[in-house]
């Protein structure tokens, strides 16, 4: 079975002590430079399923199996994209430390996700693949990443901004 990944970058403003993150996995409509472009509506069944097992998709240190690095809490799809909200394991992790430590020193700024493609459509002429339902497995804070529009929204108060406040920051 192969996985796909996405790899959407993110900036933080401020990330807080405890380690916790949120932000946009993934931002619908966007071309990345794979060429995929991720649709509205490709994450539901994926989160509905994840949800019924009791837990969400995995936090892994640049897409490591081998490196748990936290969890995340809550995870949807909005009018944006997968938004994602969690915390690191920074007193059990080394990886989340310097994950914690890289976010905060603007030293790394991306997300990515990993999934297998369920459907998809492709654009042969302009050679862009949309992604329409995905199985998601894993959203990975990385180094380097394919789009610069998904960012993450707050670290600290645990509020989501309204869309007018997203697009403002």
Same mark, same amino acid.
């Given at each position: 079975?192969?996985?796909?990944?996405?790899?959407?970058?993110?900036k933080v403003?401020?990330?807080?002590?405890?380690?916790?993150?949120? %932000?946009?996995?993934?931002?619908f %409509?966007? +071309?990345?430079?794979d060429r995929?472009?991720?649709?509205? %509506?490709?994450?539901?069944?994926?989160?509905a399923a $994840?949800?019924?097992?009791?837990?969400?998709?995995?936090m892994?240190?640049?897409?490591?199996?081998?490196d748990i690095?936290?969890v995340?809490?809550?995870? *949807?799809?909005?009018?944006?994209? =997968?938004?994602v909200?969690?915390?690191l394991?920074?007193?059990?992790?080394?990886?989340a430390? =310097?994950?914690?430590?890289?976010?905060?020193? &603007?030293?790394m700024?991306?997300?990515?996700? %990993? *999934? &297998?493609?369920? =459907?998809?459509?492709?654009? $042969?002429?302009?050679?862009?693949? *949309?992604l329409?339902? +995905?199985?998601?497995?894993?959203?990975?804070p990385?180094?380097f990443?394919? &789009?610069? &529009?998904?960012?993450?929204t707050?670290?600290?108060?645990?509020?989501?901004p309204?869309?007018?406040e997203?697009?403002?920051?």
């Amino acid at each position: 079975m192969k996985i796909d990944y996405i790899r959407k970058p993110f900036k933080v403003k401020s990330i807080s002590e405890t380690g916790r993150i949120q %932000g946009y996995g993934s931002v619908f %409509g966007v +071309l990345d430079r794979d060429r995929d472009v991720v649709m509205k %509506g490709a994450f539901v069944e994926s989160i509905a399923a $994840w949800k019924e097992r009791g837990r969400l998709p995995y936090m892994l240190w640049q897409h490591d199996s081998d490196d748990i690095i936290g969890v995340w809490d809550e995870m *949807y799809e909005d009018e944006i994209g =997968l938004f994602v909200d969690g915390h690191l394991f920074i007193d059990e992790s080394e990886k989340a430390r =310097l994950c914690r430590r890289a976010l905060k020193e &603007n030293a790394m700024d991306g997300l990515s996700i %990993g *999934y &297998n493609t369920e =459907l998809s459509t492709m654009d $042969w002429e302009a050679d862009v693949r *949309y992604l329409l339902k +995905l199985s998601l497995w894993e959203i990975s804070p990385v180094t380097f990443a394919s &789009n610069i &529009n998904a960012v993450v929204t707050m670290v600290k108060s645990g509020q989501i901004p309204t869309v007018r406040e997203f697009e403002t920051f």
